[in-house]
């Protein structure tokens, strides 16, 4: 049975054990409610309970231990020979094998190793998936007569539903706190491993960047270049520009809705403003590419400037019309939530409507309009696609933006696509500047929090 169809029946068997266990509390009870120790809905969720976990639990177990378990039981079932490879070319092996299995397409396909281990795969494919779909059935039906059979008056459900949902959420939790943990562990080894070749002050400080380096040593450029200074550079001017064109934009919208716009208007502007924010970036990058960025040239062109087919100009006016809904959604939500109070005692004394926007409403609503603006300041640093197809990929140190520049994102995709070794200083870099944006983005973050906190404590 397919993956979504079991998901499907087993969420059905739940919903019905929930319906099954309320009825069996109301039953057990003689009609009279007040008898029970919980509400019916919670028998009905403890039996539910019982029905979901023990499922999802050997769902989820199978999830993680099939590949490893398939491709042990391939190996075994491969030929001497191709059992006692290299753990490389064995690995390649393995990949020719499942990709024959999935999609039929490999080169190479006629080799009789290949299409002997790809039947085995899928042989053990849909054993597995037979053997899964009965177990998590079976376990699902014995979950739902175990639940059934506890349902009493002196059960206590709901403390048993909350304990079991909590437990769920504290696990939830720390599988996202150990991922975290886990992104950063992996970033600090990988850049110990890139300043253990180049270092710090260099990355850091350094002005030239050509991570560019030679297989052998009697190749022109056999040493790169590491210095991150005009990466940074790009990622700032690329930031301002798009926060220049945000942040008026942003926060004058937002005032307009909180503050002038009928409800019938705000309405129909919030939503569709915000419309923005659920467009993918890819879609920016083509606007800015093949719109903004040859409107750029040709106008500029008309002036006497000398604008770049890519620059940064470009790719940042598109990218503040993209950071747009971030700024006016928080700032409208800021504005909103100051004290009705404080608007009829402005304009109880005597300010006008402007006056009290300006004097009022606009000062007691600026840490949150200041946290939500580097929120947004976060998520320019962390733009790649708007960047890598309107910008350009030259790391120029410049602070003029109709040249042609590039960022911390985009030199980190650049460096990872394709091929590569992960011991060459240049592949490496990518981690460094993973783990400098990463800082940055994290600074940022709870310095935005800091500030919302101080907002809450002063004005909830």
């Not at 969420?11 to 120790?37: C, D, E, I, K, P």
């Not at 998590?136 to 039906?141: H, R």
């Not at 939790?173 to 300043?195: D, M, P, Q």
């Not at 200041?370 to 602070?399: D, K, W």
Request: glycine fraction near 8%; charge should be neutral.
């Amino acid at each position: 049975m397919p993956l979504s169809i079991l998901i499907a029946v087993l969420l059905t068997a739940s919903a019905f054990a929930f319906y099954l266990g309320r009825g069996r509390a109301v039953a057990v009870a003689g009609g009279h409610v007040r008898n029970l120790h919980s509400l019916p809905s919670h028998y009905g969720a403890y039996v539910a309970l019982w029905c979901a976990l023990p499922a999802f639990g050997i769902l989820a177990f199978w999830l993680v231990v099939e590949p490893a378990a398939i491709e042990s039981f391939v190996v075994a079932g491969l030929p001497p020979e191709a059992a006692n490879l290299p753990p490389d070319r064995l690995a390649l092996l393995l990949n020719d094998i499942r990709n024959l299995a999935d999609r039929g397409l490999v080169a190479g396909s006629g080799d009789q190793t290949v299409m002997a281990g790809a039947e085995h795969y899928l042989s053990l494919q849909r054993l597995g998936s037979t053997a899964l779909t009965v177990i998590a059935i079976v376990l699902a039906m014995a979950g739902v007569a175990v639940g059934w059979r506890f349902v009493s008056p002196e059960l206590r459900a709901r403390n048993s539903v909350e304990r079991t949902i909590t437990a769920i959420l504290v696990a939830s939790s720390t599988i996202a706190i150990f991922t975290t943990i886990g992104i950063v562990l992996s970033l600090l080894f990988e850049a110990a491993r890139f300043f253990n070749t180049v270092p710090v002050t260099e990355f850091l400080f350094g002005l030239e960047w050509s991570p560019q380096t030679a297989i052998r040593e009697d190749q022109v450029g056999a040493s790169g270049k590491f210095g991150a200074v005009p990466i940074f550079a790009g990622t700032m001017l690329i930031s301002a520009i798009a926060m220049t064109v945000a942040v008026p934009i942003g926060l004058l919208s937002a005032i307009y809705m909180a503050e002038y716009a009928a409800p019938r208007v705000r309405s129909v502007i919030k939503p569709l403003l915000e419309i923005l924010a659920g467009i993918p970036t890819v879609v920016y990058g083509f606007f800015a590419a093949l719109t903004v960025a040859p409107f750029l040239r040709d106008n500029g062109s008309l002036l006497g400037l000398d604008v770049a087919s890519e620059s940064a100009l470009a790719a940042g006016l598109v990218m503040g019309i993209m950071i747009v809904p971030f700024v006016s959604s928080i700032s409208d939500d800021v504005i909103t939530a100051v004290p009705k109070s404080l608007r009829e005692g402005s304009l109880g004394l005597g300010a006008t409507k402007s006056e009290t926007i300006k004097k009022v409403v606009l000062p007691a609503a600026l840490p949150g309009i200041v946290g939500g603006i580097l929120l947004a300041v976060s998520r320019a640093i962390g733009e790649t696609m708007i960047v890598v197809m309107a910008a350009g990929l030259a790391a120029n140190l410049t602070a003029n933006p109709l040249q042609a520049v590039t960022t911390v994102t985009v030199q980190i995709v650049t460096l990872l696509v394709g091929d590569q070794e992960f011991d060459s200083p240049k592949t490496l870099a990518a981690f460094a500047l993973g783990l400098t944006l990463f800082c940055v983005t994290l600074v940022l973050n709870v310095y935005a929090l800091f500030i919302v906190r101080k907002y809450r404590e002063k004005y909830d």
